[in-house]
């Protein structure tokens, strides 16, 4: 039964804080997609003590037949894809519960990222074997990450199969 499930997550906002907040709470709604409304999100507050540096985003919800297929999968990926191309964002992270599997998915904002970074990144998703995938503007992949370090772990060998497994014909980007 696939019918229950469940997303929840995190965006580490970098500095635009007020245009990054301004796109979730006025446009996201706007852009009708089916996973994501304003309601589900908590932009925080820029007041002492509630924060400290850098902002966090945080959103989640319940679903119906979350991610049940590939073509599935790629649309919650498009439509959290653009919401990320639409504020200033360094790290992300979404964890999905489904009756089927749970996966942790990342994301890395390349454009925040110098040159010998991203090179260092790829040096350490080899070194870890961390399942990933790369865009013009995102590194991608399955695993947890840390928001601050960008530091990424490794699923375990079942979770990726699993994963490959669930959506053989995943190729990113779409």
């Known amino acids: 039964m696939i019918e229950w499930n469940n997303f929840y997550g995190a965006i580490l906002i970098d500095r635009e804080y007020e245009n990054s907040k301004n796109f979730i ?4 709604l706007g852009k009708k997609y089916y996973h994501f409304h304003p309601a589900i999100f908590s932009t925080g507050i820029q007041e002492i003590p509630y924060y400290y540096d850098d902002m966090l985003f945080t959103f989640g919800r319940t ?6 297929d590939t073509t599935q999968l790629e649309k919650f990926i498009t439509e959290f894809e653009d919401i990320l191309s639409n504020i200033d964002f360094e790290n992300a992270q979404v964890r999905m519960n489904t009756d089927y599997a749970n996966y942790d998915l990342f994301w890395q904002n390349k454009l925040k990222l110098t040159e010998s970074k991203k090179n260092e990144t790829l040096e350490h998703f080899k070194e870890y074997e961390v399942k990933h995938f790369e865009s013009e503007k995102f590194f991608f992949g399955l695993g947890e990450i840390d928001l601050y370090t ?6 375990s060998n079942e979770k990726i199969a699993d994963f490959e497994n669930w959506y053989p014909d995943f190729k990113y980007p779409f």
């Open 25 to 28: 709470i006025n446009e996201v």
């Open 63 to 68: 679903v119906k037949y979350l991610a049940c």
């Open 150 to 155: 960008g530091w990424t772990e490794k699923n």
